[in-house]
C-alpha cells in the first residue's frame, strides 16, 4: 500500500446472516452481482465460525502489487544530500548523479465482475507524486499472477478500477446494498495487510455516514462506513463483507498515531465506489451534479437566530453568480431541508448527494426561508463545467470552466486578492490546447473582469482576444484568435 498520510492508513469491512436470492444487475458494459435483502438478526444458536461465509467471498478479493520506477541521486534518496550539507558533512563523490529505482507497493482489490473489472483504491495505483504507477500485478486467490490494465480513478472519493484478463475462472463478490447497513452488524474485513493475502478479521459496524473527517484532503467526498475489524497496511482496496458474505465496504483508511489498527478503520459504502466505477467504467470520469452554492452547518445558535426548532439542514451561506442555485431561486439565508425526496441534515451531506446526481437533472429544492417553506426546481450545473451557464464560453470548444470554490482556490494556491473563472479542463484535440491550461485562472477577458462560465462567453469577440490569466504562482496575458 502507498504511503497516506501518516495517521491515517487503510482499510474496512462488514459482515451479517440470512440467506437469499440473488439478482444481475446489468449496467452497460459492467454486469455486477447484487442482493440487496435486508439481513435478519437470527433467534437460533449462536454460531461458532463463519467459515463458510468466508468462503464465499475471499476468492473476489486479491492482492494489489505496484512497481513504480523512482529517480534517486547517487544510489539514495534525494534527501539525503541535503541534510548532509546542512550539517556540514562533505557529500561523496558522484552522490549527485540521477539513479532510476523501482519502488513496490501493496494494496488490495474487489473483483466486481466475471469480465475481469477491480475495484481498489486510488491511493494504491497512484504515486506520492499522484501520478499512475507504472506496472499493477494482481494475485488471484489461487496465487497466479495477472498484469493488470488501469481503467481510471477518482481521488476525490479515492476509489479506482483496474482489469485482468486471464483464462482463470474468476467469482466476482456478490453486492449489498450499503444503505442498509446498521451501527451494529457484523463485518469482515479481507485483504492483505503487510503481505499476508486473504486475511480476515472481524468487528462491527461502529458507525455510519462519517464525513467531514479530512482523510482525502480537500474537495473529496466523504461518506465512511467506520468499523473496528482490523485494518493495516496492505489492506487498502480490500472488502468489507456482511454476515452473508457480501460486499457492503472498501477498506480505506484508518486513524492511527502508530500506522497499526486501533480499531478505527473506514471503508467507502460499496454503492457508492459501485456508482464511481460505472462512470469510470462507462463514461472515462465521474460527472458529478452542481448547485453553485456554499453550504454551512446550522448551529444550535444559528438554529435559533432563524426560530428553527432543530440543527437539521444546510444554511446557504454563499450562492455564486449565474449558477443553477441562483438561476433557480436560491438566495443565502435560505435553509435546504430536501434534495427531491432526500432528507438534508447537513452541509456535507448536501454536497455528496449533489454530487451523486446527474448533471443536468431537474431537481426540487425544499428550503424554508425566514420561516416559510418554499420548493425550488433547479437544473443541476456540473463540476467540469459542460452543463454549467449559458453556453456563450462554447465558442472555445474543447474547454471547461467552473467557478472557483474554497477548495480549489487552496488546491492551486490562488492569492485571496485574485478572482475569476477556472478553466476545468482542456481536450487534447481542442483548437486552443496550445493556448489554455487546466488550472489556468481567467481574470479578464478583452479588459472586462470575468467572474463566471457565462461572462467569460459574454466577453469575447470575433478576432484576436487577449486573456489576462493566473497560472503557476504568476499573472500572464494570453492572446487567443477565434474565428466565426
Known amino acids: 500500500m502507498h504511503s497516506f498520510p501518516s495517521f491515517l492508513r487503510s482499510l474496512a469491512h462488514t459482515i451479517t446472516l440470512s440467506f437469499c436470492f440473488s439478482c444481475v444487475v446489468q449496467a452497460g458494459k459492467l454486469e455486477v452481482t447484487i442482493d440487496s435483502s435486508p439481513i435478519v438478526p437470527s433467534q437460533a444458536i449462536p454460531l461458532v465460525s463463519y467459515a463458510d461465509v468466508i468462503e464465499r467471498a475471499t476468492p473476489a478479493v486479491v492482492s494489489v502489487y505496484t512497481t513504480d520506477m523512482q529517480t534517486f541521486s547517487g544510489g539514495q534518496d534525494p534527501r539525503v544530500g541535503d541534510i548532509l550539507r546542512q550539517f556540514g558533512y562533505r557529500v561523496p563523490y558522484g552522490s549527485n548523479r540521477s539513479e532510476k529505482r523501482p519502488v513496490h507497493g501493496l494494496g488490495s482489490g474487489v473483483i466486481i465482475s466475471k469480465d475481469g473489472y477491480i475495484i481498489t483504491n486510488n491511493h494504491v495505483v497512484r504515486n506520492q507524486s499522484g501520478e499512475p504507477v507504472d506496472e499493477i500485478r494482481v494475485q488471484l486467490k489461487d496465487g497466479s499472477e495477472v498484469i493488470a490494465e488501469l481503467v481510471g480513478t477518482d481521488e476525490k472519493t479515492d476509489v479506482a478500477v483496474i482489469k485482468i484478463d486471464t483464462d482463470s475462472k474468476l ?18 474485513a479481507i485483504g492483505s495487510p503487510h503481505g499476508q493475502s486473504q486475511t480476515v478479521t472481524q468487528g462491527i459496524v461502529s458507525a455510519t455516514e462519517r464525513t467531514s473527517l479530512d482523510i482525502l484532503g480537500p474537495g473529496s467526498y466523504e461518506n465512511f462506513i467506520q468499523t473496528d475489524a482490523a485494518i493495516n497496511l496492505g489492506n487498502s482496496g480490500g472488502a468489507l463483507i456482511d454476515a452473508l458474505g457480501r460486499l457492503v465496504g472498501i477498506n480505506t483508511a484508518i486513524v492511527s498515531r502508530s500506522g497499526g489498527s486501533i480499531g478505527l478503520g473506514y471503508a467507502i459504502p460499496v454503492n457508492m465506489a459501485l456508482s464511481v466505477a460505472r462512470s469510470l467504467i462507462e463514461v472515462g470520469e465521474v460527472p458529478r ?26 444554511l446557504v451561506n454563499e450562492v455564486q453568480p449565474d449558477s443553477p442555485a441562483e438561476r433557480g431561486g436560491i438566495r443565502h439565508g435560505d435553509i435546504i431541508t430536501h434534495i ?9 451531506q448536501l454536497r455528496l448527494t449533489v454530487s451523486q446526481m446527474t448533471p443536468g437533472r431537474e431537481v426540487e429544492v425544499s428550503l424554508i426561508r425566514r420561516g416559510k417553506k418554499l420548493q425550488k426546481k433547479v437544473v443541476l450545473g456540473s463540476l467540469n463545467g459542460k452543463f454549467y ?18 477548495s480549489t482556490r487552496e488546491e ?6 485574485i478572482d475569476g473563472v477556472l478553466v476545468r479542463s482542456v481536450e487534447a484535440d481542442s483548437p486552443f490546447a496550445n493556448r489554455l ?17 457565462a461572462s467569460v462567453g459574454e466577453s469575447l469577440q470575433s478576432g484576436v482576444n487577449s486573456f489576462y490569466v493566473w497560472f503557476e504562482g504568476s499573472p500572464r496575458f494570453v492572446v487567443i484568435r477565434i474565428e466565426d
Open 389 to 406: 451557464g449559458r453556453r456563450g464560453e462554447s465558442r472555445l470548444d474543447g474547454v471547461a470552466f467552473s467557478f472557483l470554490d474554497a
Open 171 to 188: 467469482d466476482p463478490v456478490i453486492v449489498a446494498d450499503s444503505d442498509g447497513i446498521r451501527t451494529g452488524d457484523i463485518v469482515f
Open 340 to 348: 427531491d425526496a432526500i432528507q438534508i441534515e447537513s452541509a456535507a
Open 437 to 453: 491550461r487546466a488550472g489556468m485562472v481567467l481574470i479578464e477577458v478583452n479588459d472586462i473582469a470575468v467572474d463566471s462560465p
Open 412 to 417: 492551486i494556491s490562488l492569492p485571496e486578492e
Open 289 to 314: 451534479g452542481l448547485l453553485g452554492l456554499f453550504p454551512v452547518d446550522l448551529t444550535s445558535d444559528l438554529a435559533e437566530a432563524f426560530a428553527l426548532d432543530s440543527t437539521e439542514g444546510a
